[in-house]
């Protein structure tokens, strides 16, 4: 009597639309499994063609080159005595499902489409695919002649069903279906399914992993049974990092945990666990018992295959572990490095360029670029054949082996600090210093010759030269030269990027980075078309709190010692004159409020939806010890005229890592106007009413108009 059960999953760095390299790394983890004595693998959702293809989706060529992908997985013999369960899209009657789909020893035995589509914050699968609402429904699949002369099968089972083996039953879900309040594993449980498949493309937030944890272990820990979660890792072409994190779960314990962040392409988790201790755990929940009595049965695929052997009773089996989470430092340590390395190879640039200012933002971003090159070196120390040829092929160098961070540093890594005249010498020294310590490759230049150039030539047109309003000019002229020094400085940002590996005699251009958190994006508190506008932002998404934490976590385990000054000092634009020789300008005082209060706005506007009366209402009771009702007003009016002012910026916002639920980006999560009546008479008017209403039932004399 076989009990023993021996699954795969995996965590594998899909790319939209490569089908080649996709195929490769399918093929990879199948093998992989196989020599571990798995007899069932689990992949990533849509893993064939890579979860981001967005509206490549539409193209008929995706679907014919994911089965073209298909068949040379039926046809190969890595897939031979194994049940493979892949992901890719499937147009059924004219309908684009979402699917798995299931084969074993070139047979299909059935595709099962998705029942609960993601479709809120970054995801939009309601665009593509329409759910299957037929539950425990099966239909009759004509596969496509390319299918049909490898498997010898013209109709395979399309629905909600089951795979009954000779000695055990597996049920599909597929990512969102876990997080949905009536998840298929609930029911499917109950008609006798043991084993549970879940194949994911879930991203990386920051203090997000535990949730996804908890749900796999909670899914058994009240039914009995067995999890498998596979999810896809990487940057797949867009903003998002998917976080791997594929795990096995038994009765509600984790048995098998995997790397969240890793620059293995391909990462195979094995267990083999003892069908028996689902049966006894089952056994003693009578509520659950009772309720199987009456469920109603899913159709059942009978697959002529066990997962176990005949005899196994001295096989040993997998015994529960306690997960490893990062910390919130760790995890912006390690994400946002590993994004930043799948972005450099697959761009095929030959490194990064930034304007590091010697404050936090930008030093935050060097660090995490320091972050990935120790990556680089640790795989290579380990093994990792094909992250060696990836950094051979970025350096230009075919014998090359990293083995210092630093020393890889300084050949793709290009520091630039932008000084002017209103630049102290302390952050040009804090800049020097860092970039000593990490080895990044550093110039030092001057701006002031090309600000004074634009400058001139609005002279020579107008006859008029603005000053700076400490020299008594206007608020607007003020703003102005600010603005012209900034977006000099992008643009020598993207020069220096294109042509300073060609005057060291290196080959290849450099990738820009920016550095404005998700703090200063919701603000506005940047320049249009500033150092803010680059190729991607590693930080983006990323509040400033968190951020001086990780410069914190830097400070202890990377032993840069620069960082420490860059934290004790108060972060500042230094784009107004100086005063003694000293900065005057500090970004709290130009914004009008903190960075803490920021994040908290961030959090009620998008988290909580929050409009401004919602605010005014929630902030009220959060900062009673703090604020009265008419200060809460204030802040809560002066925020909003500064988001709605300054949305505009939101449009042309670099691509930027997501690790916030709060991210104002335009791109596809937070969808909102950027033309606004930034008065928000009705709204205000509002608060205003309410602060009166709470002011006379504290025995406070209305003075004034709450400003």
Same mark, same amino acid.
């Given at each position: 009597m076989g009990r023993a059960v021996t699954v795969a999953t995996c965590a594998l760095n899909q790319w939209a639309l490569d089908f080649e390299g996709n195929l490769e790394r399918i093929s990879r983890s199948i093998d992989i499994a196989k020599r571990q004595g798995a007899r069932y693998r689990l992949g990533p959702? %849509? *893993? $064939?063609?890579?979860?981001?293809?967005?509206? &490549?989706?539409? *193209?008929?060529? @995706?679907?014919? &080159?994911?089965?073209?992908? %298909?068949? +040379? %997985?039926l046809e190969s013999p890595a897939t031979q005595d194994i049940i493979c369960d892949v992901g890719m899209p499937v147009l059924h009657r004219n309908v684009r499902y979402n699917c798995r789909v299931i084969f074993f020893n070139k047979k299909i035995l059935l595709i099962r489409p998705k029942i609960s589509l993601a479709n809120a914050g970054n995801y939009r699968e309601l665009r593509w695919f329409t759910p299957w609402n037929k539950a425990r429904h099966v239909e009759e699949y004509f596969l496509p002649r390319i299918i049909q002369e490898v498997t010898g099968q013209e109709t395979v089972p399309f629905g909600d069903a089951v795979l009954a083996t000779k000695d055990t039953c597996l049920g599909a879900e597929i990512c969102e279906e876990l997080w949905a309040p009536n998840s298929p594993h609930i029911e499917m449980g109950l008609d006798g399914v043991e084993i549970f498949t879940n194949s994911s493309g879930s991203h990386h937030v920051l203090r997000k992993a535990h949730t996804r944890v908890d749900l796999v272990n909670s899914a058994t820990a009240k039914n009995g049974g067995i999890y498998i979660l596979a999810n896809q890792k990487g940057c797949d072409g867009d903003r998002l990092y998917y976080d791997g994190c594929a795990m096995i779960s038994m009765n509600g314990e984790t048995i098998a945990q995997g790397s969240q962040f890793s620059l293995d392409d391909v990462e195979v988790l094995v267990a083999t666990l003892d069908l028996e201790d689902v049966r006894s755990y089952r056994a003693e929940i009578s509520s659950r018992n009772l309720a199987a009595s009456k469920v109603n049965p899913y159709p059942r695929v009978k697959v002529n295959f066990a997962l176990s052997c005949s005899d196994d009773v001295a096989v040993p089996t997998c015994m529960p572990i306690q997960w490893r989470h990062h910390s919130p430092e760790e995890e912006i340590s390690l994400g946002p490095a590993c994004w930043l390395w799948d972005y450099l190879r697959r761009s095929k640039q030959a490194g990064f360029l930034l304007p590091l200012s010697g404050g936090i933002d930008s030093s935050a971003t060097a660090c995490i670029v320091y972050s990935m090159c120790h990556q680089v070196c640790l795989a290579v120390k380990n093994g990792n054949a094909d992250v060696l040829a990836d950094v051979r092929r970025i350096v230009g160098d075919e014998a090359y082996v990293p083995e210092d961070p630093r020393e890889l540093c300084k050949r793709i890594f290009t520091t630039c600090y932008m000084a002017s005249e209103n630049s102290s010498q302390d952050t040009c020294n804090r800049a020097k210093l860092l970039a000593e310590q990490i080895g990044s490759y550093h110039i030092n230049l001057n701006i002031d010759a090309a600000v004074k150039a634009v400058v001139g030539i609005f002279n020579v047109v107008t006859g008029r030269t603005p000053c700076f309003s400490v020299y008594g000019g206007s608020s607007r002229e003020n703003l102005a030269l600010q603005n012209v020094q900034a977006r000099i400085r992008m643009v020598l940002a993207y020069l220096f990027a294109q042509l300073t590996l060609w005057t060291r005699g290196m080959p290849g251009g450099l990738l820009v980075l920016a550095s404005a958190n998700v703090d200063e994006s919701l603000r506005g508190y940047m320049t249009k078309y500033d150092c803010s506008s680059a190729d991607i932002n590693p930080i983006g998404g990323i509040s400033k709190t968190d951020l001086k934490n990780f410069i914190q976590y830097c400070i202890e385990n990377f032993q840069l010692t620069a960082l420490r000054s860059i934290m004790s000092a108060p972060p500042t634009a230094e784009l107004e004159p100086l005063v003694d020789g000293q900065v005057s300008q500090t970004d *709290?005082?130009?914004?009008?409020? @903190?960075?803490?209060?920021?994040? $908290?706005?961030? +959090? %009620?506007?998008? $988290?909580?939806?929050?409009?401004?009366?919602?605010?005014?209402?929630?902030? $009220?009771?959060?900062? +009673?010890?703090?604020? @009265?009702?008419?200060?809460?007003?204030?802040?809560?009016k002066h925020f909003f005229r500064m988001y709605s002012i300054n949305r505009h910026k939101m449009t042309t916002l670099t691509p930027s890592y997501h690790a916030e639920n709060y991210s104002p980006d335009d791109n596809r999560f937070d969808l909102r106007p950027f033309l606004y009546n930034t008065t928000w008479s009705w709204q205000f008017r509002c608060i205003d009413k309410q602060v009166s209403k709470l002011e006379k039932k504290e025995g406070i004399s209305l003075v004034e108009d709450v400003d």
């Open positions: 959702e %849509l *893993e $064939i063609c890579g979860y981001g293809c967005s509206d &490549h989706y539409y *193209e008929s060529d @995706t679907l014919l &080159h994911s089965f073209q992908v %298909l068949a +040379k %997985l *709290e005082a130009d914004m009008g409020m @903190t960075y803490a209060e920021l994040s $908290i706005y961030g +959090k %009620l506007r998008k $988290i909580a939806k929050a409009g401004p009366y919602s605010m005014f209402c929630k902030l $009220i009771n959060m900062w +009673k010890e703090i604020c @009265t009702p008419r200060e809460v007003a204030s802040k809560v």
